[in-house]
């Protein structure tokens, strides 16, 4: 499966298999999914809303941001554990959880503002960890570049690497044209379910409908999926859920930037040692992929090569939803980064308090060619 359109089936699945189970520190399971059934901040920006959910005191603040169509649920096994040490945010990516729907395209540049516009808006002033899973690292690197002294440091976690499409194809074809076939059929589904909701054929009591709003979750957030439903019965939210999948490529090239460089900042990239796929993928597509997460690999390494303090470690018996399958990892992680950060700013001069973001929009990045750091790229 293509890294950055991990479909929201796989997320969903990966959620009823951990949903009960709690990390090893002993949590309930109602104490992990209590922040994530009703949005408590729904912060407005441009006319619209970001579900903002904040929890825990202390700086710096870790932000977490999710892969593509994943929102602020999917951390419910890290952020209590954090919110122990420091403050921490996830939010809901447009026409995600509870946040609003979008008119624009919901590439790694209109997410970034977003997620810009959100903090400033809710008061959430730097320094900054930033913590993605997947092509939620699109994001958190385009905030790091627009917003260099407010981020103190990063954790990717099997992340998505520029120009990912081009390496794919080069590397893995037969492998990229079995992966992509999934992410195309969710788009148009989505777009036939919104086109059939503003023609009038397709609305409640029809055939079809409940299929097209439903959000099936685990037991513990079955009010959750109720109300998540009616929102999807909107057809703007169906289309800016589909609009992350469609601006795949353009995410992509949107985050190359062959300068980039994050000198001392403590930078963690978690790589997931296990890829299992269905029993149906044909052998030389196997293959294939064995040899397409051998380069993602070598991104992993070249994230990691962009600060001095900068390290790649595996993550033997995970899979892609590391934050799921291993939550102590990524926790332990997070809380290295913290530790390094805090030694850094007690040793000053250079201490770096806490500081409003610059403005709303920051400096968009141009695309750039990035084969140094990243050889298999375009």
Aim: glycine share 8%.
């Amino acid at each position: 499966m293509n890294t950055v359109a991990a479909g929201v089936s796989l997320i969903l699945l990966m959620l009823v298999s951990v949903a009960g189970s709690a990390p090893s520190t002993g949590a309930k399971a109602s104490e992990l999914v209590a922040p994530y059934l009703k949005p408590p901040r729904l912060v407005r920006i441009r006319g619209r809303t970001i579900n903002l959910v904040c929890i825990g005191q202390g700086s710096p603040t870790v932000v977490l941001t999710a892969g593509a169509r994943g929102w602020s649920l999917v951390w419910y096994r890290i952020q209590g554990e954090i919110s122990q040490k420091t403050r921490v945010c996830a939010w809901d990516p447009a026409g995600l959880g509870f946040s609003s729907a979008s008119p624009e395209p919901q590439d790694a540049i209109h997410k970034t503002e977003d997620l810009a516009l959100a903090l400033k808006g809710a008061d959430v002033d730097g320094l900054y960890v930033m913590v993605a899973h997947s092509a939620g690292a699109y994001v958190a690197l385009t905030f790091a570049d627009q917003h260099r002294e407010a981020v103190a440091g990063i954790v990717l976690l099997d992340p998505a690497i520029p120009d990912e499409a081009a390496v794919r194809e080069r590397v893995a074809p037969k492998f990229a044209a079995f992966g992509d076939a999934g992410p195309s059929a969710d788009v148009e589904r989505l777009r036939q379910c919104a086109a059939g909701m503003r023609s009038g054929a397709l609305k409640q009591g029809t055939p079809g409908f409940d299929e097209c709003t439903a959000q099936p979750l685990p037991t513990a957030f079955a009010s959750l999926s109720a109300t998540l439903a009616q929102l999807n019965a909107d057809p703007a939210r169906l289309l800016t859920q589909a609009s992350p999948m469609e601006n795949a490529l353009r995410s992509e090239r949107e985050v190359v930037n062959a300068k980039r460089n994050y000198a001392d900042m403590p930078l963690i990239v978690l790589t997931a040692g296990q890829h299992p796929m269905p029993p149906n993928v044909p052998a030389d597509v196997r293959e294939q992929a064995a040899e397409y997460f051998r380069a993602l690999g070598s991104g992993h390494k070249a994230y990691a090569a962009l600060s001095t303090r900068g390290r790649n470690e595996l993550v033997p018996d995970s899979g892609h939803f590391i934050q799921l399958e291993s939550p102590v990892v990524v926790v332990q992680t997070i809380e290295q980064v913290l530790a390094e950060i805090r030694a850094q700013r007690s040793q000053g001069p250079g201490d770096r308090r806490s500081r409003p973001l610059a403005g709303a929009r920051g400096s968009v990045l141009q695309p750039r060619t990035n084969s140094e750091l990243f050889p298999g790229a375009r």
